[in-house]
T-cell receptor, first 114, second 112 residues
Framework: EAGVTQSPTHLIKTRGQQATLRCSPI?????VYWYQQALGLGLQFLLW???????NRGNFPPRFSGRQFPNYSSELNVNALELEDSALYLC?????????????FGPGTRLTVL | GDSVTQMEGPVTLSEEAFLTINCTYT??????LFWYVQYPGEGLQLLLK?????DKGSNKGFEATYRKETTSFHLEKGSVQVSDSAVYFC???????????FGDGTTLTVKP
């Protein structure tokens, strides 16, 4: 069974640009979760999508947004990039509210903002 | 709100030493508890889990018991190996909340 996949592996942008990160969940999973892992700050919850809807959002500004497609894959968009957005962005998938919420993580996208 | 507190690292042990990484939590409901491991350059992998009080999660020689009375979920291993060197995250998840709340992670280095 294929795991969670993320693309690209690395992304380099300059301040003010937009970044788009992609995630494909494990087959059968309807939920996608996005986390930011910045150096020294641990994992911070960004967004949760389930069945195409945004279900919960962490304490991040509106320039962090995303969507979930009918096939349950997801995009995370970061607009007006700032230097402090440099981080590893992790996507996880799960069965949403129908389980005790075990999450399976992808390898991450390393975003560098110059 | 929910929170997870892990013992501060980094932790450095010799091979075959006993490992304990402390984890305590605060939650409004009755969460599920998890330990994840992150090897260098990789994403997080689920190491073990427990979904109710007194459950013991175990995997690859690691164990943790869900202690509701002390709100704890300490990770233990009787004999660590060099290959166990990684960052370990304790996490909780409340049903219907979607997100998992993670501790800050504890870096373990095992020396031969």
């Amino acid at each position: 069974e294929a795991g969670v996949t993320q693309s690209p592996t690395h992304l380099i942008k300059t301040r003010g640009q937009q970044a788009t990160l992609r995630c494909s969940p494990i087959s059968g999973h309807t939920s996608v979760y996005w986390y930011q892992q910045a150096l020294g700050l641990g994992l911070q919850f960004l967004l949760w999508y389930d069945e195409g809807e945004e279900r919960n959002r962490g304490n991040f500004p509106p320039r962090f947004s995303g969507r979930q497609f009918p096939n349950y894959s997801s995009e995370l968009n970061v607009n007006a990039l700032e230097l402090e957005d440099s981080a590893l962005y992790l996507c996880a998938s799960g069965s949403g509210t129908r389980s005790y919420n075990e999450q399976f993580f992808g390898p991450g996208t390393r975003l560098t903002v110059l | 709100g929910d929170s997870v507190t892990q013992m501060e690292g980094p932790v450095t042990l010799s091979e075959e030493a006993f490992l304990t990484i402390n984890c305590t939590y605060t939650a409004t409901g009755y969460p599920s508890l998890f330990w994840y491991v992150q090897y260098p350059g990789e994403g997080l992998q689920l190491l073990l889990k427990a979904t109710k009080a007194d459950d013991k999660g175990s995997n690859k020689g690691f164990e943790a018991t869900y202690r509701k009375e002390t709100t704890s979920f300490h990770l233990e291993k009787g004999s660590v190996q060099v290959s166990d060197s990684a960052v370990y995250f304790c996490a909780l998840s409340e049903r219907d909340a979607g997100k998992s709340t993670f501790g800050d992670g504890t870096t373990l280095t095992v020396k031969p």
